[in-house]
């Protein structure tokens, strides 16, 4: 028997070359969205005239460009939902991820050209994409590890590297290419690692033979028919009720604020009549109790996210215009600031996961939901930062970049409490069958979170950026403490869930003890 490992098999440092191929896919994507949405808010309020020496802009208003940035990244998320169901049910994820880059190329190649028509098509092209690629290439890097394999965690964390330098990379090259050459070069070079990225996935298929395939679904009790849970709503009068009155509320949003409104009205109908069915087809008790708790938690991620955008909105805008940005004579572009998160993450992600270990090790409050609380709180410490850089300039006419420095410290400490610990509660807490369904709706949430980002970034307009960030200040550590006060009750409804991984982790530290003695 031939004992030479074909292609999929191979591996590099331990792990599966295919983590690899798609390490750098989903780097060159997110260098390509990052890169976007640090020029987006700053390219739309650009005068048009062409009197900067970056070239002409959109000439919007401040509040046009944030109510179309908070459009913008949400639906880039919110379609990870449709993008998951495409992938299951027709293409399968790796075809998916195909497509979706092919798609993110053509969006940027549009967004090259100047005309107005280019922008809105490019926008929605990389929206689709983007849907398309990001719920998909994460699945995929699941499907590389066999159930048990040690090397999953580490794989995980590996390809979150990726995410981040690609943003790192995206926002400290972005800004210079901009300053010499011009917008539309930013959108080029954004289009042209998506290329790359598109090219090493395409290289990469040898690794990828056994990950993603499409498998037609079968008629078993395991399958997922989503029609079918929304017949049962007929026959479900609480439910039935509830999306009635919803459905009655989406009409009058969309009479009231206009059809996109009414649009995303309807869809979070449907999603919350879906929710409220797979909660009623659950089998036990404990089940229910504990989606109802993933459920709540999705609120602290819309929360987070409403604050934490903030950063390529509002705070790029304030960056743009309110902060002096010269270091040594040189002055700073404004887009290069949105690398401090990444950069921030590289370097404290393994300190934060380090502290959490050692708390859940002595036996310290360290469960999900703590966490998810205080990343609230810490960030929203970091507005008190932008209230103070906010207080400097009604004195003098500018703020220290210092300001924006500790305020994106903190933002990256309360990130790394509640992003990946989210993804991590999801799998612990959600019904095994219907895991890429709430990964799916975490990324909704996390959609929200951009769009409330950029209807609070819109307020500034009327009530300017020290009331915003006051604001958010107040309100996020409002609700993080509240979430802790309701931290016990939340956890009896989880029936042990993280008390379980802690008790098997604790008995395998007990038996290498054994074994070392």
């Known amino acids: 028997m031939s004992t030479v490992k074909q292609p999929h098999e191979k591996e590099l440092f331990g792990q599966p070359v295919g983590l690899y191929i798609l390490f750098l896919t989903e780097m060159w994507e997110r260098f390509s969205y990052y890169g976007m949405r640090a020029l987006l808010v700053l390219y739309m309020t650009t005068s048009a005239m062409g009197d900067d020496p970056r070239g002409a802009g959109l000439g919007w208003t401040s509040k046009e460009a944030l109510a179309l940035y908070g459009w913008y990244t949400m639906l880039v998320y919110v379609m ?46 990389v929206i689709l994409g983007v849907g398309l690629l990001k719920p998909n290439i994460s699945t995929m890097v699941g499907g590389l590890y066999k159930e048990g394999d040690i090397r999953r965690d580490k794989g995980f964390s590996i390809f979150y590297i990726g995410i981040n330098l690609g943003s790192l990379l995206a926002t400290m090259v972005i800004g210079l290419v901009v300053a010499k050459w011009g917008w539309h070069a930013g959108f080029g070079l954004a289009g042209i690692v998506m290329v790359l990225g598109l090219i090493n996935y395409v290289y ?31 026959s479900s009068p609480k439910q039935l009720v509830f999306t009635v009155v919803l459905l009655a509320a989406s ?39 504990r989606f109802l708790v993933l459920l709540l938690s999705f609120i602290m991620v819309i929360i987070f996210w409403g604050a ?10 304030y960056t743009e215009t309110n902060t002096n940005r010269v270091l040594f004579g040189w002055e700073i572009p404004t887009v290069m600031f949105q690398s401090l998160n990444a950069g921030f993450i590289i370097l404290f992600a393994t300190g934060v996961a380090g502290f959490w270990a050692n708390r ?57 409490c509640i992003s990946p610990v989210a993804l991590s509660f999801i799998t612990k807490l959600a019904p095994v069958k219907y895991a890429a369904l709430m990964m799916g709706v ?68 007990e038996g290498f003890e054994l074994a070392d003695n």
């Open 251 to 289: 009409a009058f949003g969309w009479y009231k604020l206009g059809w996109g409104y009414g649009m995303l009205f309807l869809f979070l109908t449907a999603i919350t009549a879906l929710l409220m069915m797979i909660y009623k087809e659950l089998e036990t008790q404990v089940f229910k109790d």
């Open 80 to 125: 990870s939902i449709p993008g998951g169901m495409i992938a299951d049910k027709l293409l399968g994820q790796k075809r998916s991820v195909l497509l979706g880059a092919i798609i993110l190329c053509l969006g940027h190649g549009v967004l090259i050209m100047t005309d107005t028509w280019a922008f809105y098509t490019g926008l929605g092209l």
């Open 360 to 416: 859940k090790l002595k036996s310290k409050e360290a469960s999900s939901l703590f966490k998810m609380a205080l990343g609230i709180i810490i960030m929203g410490f970091g507005f008190l930062f932008m209230v103070f850089a906010a207080m400097e300039f009604e004195k003098s006419g500018t703020s220290s970049m210092l300001w924006l420095v500790l305020a994106y410290l903190f933002h990256t400490l309360g990130e790394l």
């Open 442 to 509: 975490y990324f909704a949430a996390t959609g929200l979170g951009n769009k409330v980002a950029g209807i609070v970034g819109e307020s500034a307009s009327d009530y300017g950026e020290l009331t915003i960030f006051s604001g958010i200040l107040i309100f996020t550590v409002l609700i993080g403490g509240l979430f802790i006060l309701i931290l016990k009750p939340l956890k009896r409804l989880t029936h042990g869930a993280e008390e379980k991984e802690r008790d098997l982790k604790q008995e395998e530290a």
């Open 308 to 317: 934490f955008e903030q950063a390529g909105g509002l705070m790029n805008l």
């Open 204 to 234: 990469g298929q040898k690794y990828l033979k056994e990950v993603g395939n499409f498998v037609p679904s079968k008629n078993d009790e395991n399958s997922i028919s989503y029609g079918k849970l929304y017949s049962k709503l007929f």
